[in-house]
């Protein structure tokens, strides 16, 4: 296990938008895990911070970064907008390539809630780039048309207690036409509050990156 590592602050500088961002890069990095947070939640949320670290100390970098401007977060229809968010993905994506120490990692997304939607279209439109998706709480059923082109190997997490979520994820399963798999978390609800279920989400979401990412 890797030591603890200090974010680097990056700007994302985006088409109609600039991005606050944190970065870790883990020497020898084994890939990149780019974060889709939900709605009304943003770069600095402490449960994808969580497993973040857990994937830095792993070997595995990590962008967590802002999907809306302030201004934007501050228009509620924008937090759901997921043409918008895809968009903000595909952004930070690129900006990836372009960084010179960055492009040749294998990449891959972290999607919680309306993030995870946006995952998904992204995961879909750049294809086998994509090593991996992880879906944490999310809402497949807001990217429907996008399942069937998801080429990434891709594993959905949901609570035991989390039932609509629940339900449209095993609908999803069917759809998605790569590797992937679904699993319940016992005891858990939406924001997988309860003790030890995020350090199951982040034990999960590192053992997937492993078979996937590296």
């Known amino acids: 296990m890797l030591p603890s590592l200090a974010p680097r602050p990056v700007r994302l ?25 939900g709605s009304g939640s943003s770069r600095i949320s402490p449960r ?13 970098g990590t962008l967590l970064f802002d999907l809306l401007t302030e201004e934007e977060d501050r228009a509620f229809e924008a937090r759901f907008d997921i043409d918008l968010l895809t968009r903000r993905l595909l952004g930070a994506a690129s900006w990836l390539r ?6 040749d990692l294998r990449l891959g ?15 879909a439109e750049l294809g086998h ?13 807001l990217a429907l ?16 207690q989390d039932w609509p979520v629940l ?8 759809d998605l036409p790569g590797p992937k798999q679904l699993h319940v978390v ?17 034990h999960l979401t590192v053992d997937w990156c492993r078979q996937h990412l590296s």
Request: net charge neutral; proline share 6%.
């Open 13 to 37: 500088e985006l088409p109609h938008a600039t991005l606050l961002g944190d970065l870790v890069v883990p020497p020898r990095a084994a890939g990149i895990v780019v974060f889709s947070h």
């Open 186 to 202: 016992p005891g858990a609800s939406h924001l997988f509050e309860e003790p030890g279920t995020l350090d199951e989400v982040a």
């Open 145 to 160: 048309p996008a399942l069937g082109r998801v080429q990434a190997s891709t594993l959905l997490i949901v609570g035991g």
């Open 48 to 60: 994808n911070a969580h497993v973040a670290k857990v994937l830095q100390q792993a070997g595995f």
């Open 109 to 123: 997304f972290f999607g919680a809630s309306t993030g995870a939607a946006a995952a998904f279209n992204a995961a």
């Open 129 to 141: 780039r994509v090593g991996a998706v992880i879906s944490r709480g999310g809402r497949p059923d």
């Open 98 to 103: 372009r960084e010179q120490r960055l492009h």
């Open 167 to 174: 339900g449209a994820n095993e609908r999803a399963l069917a």
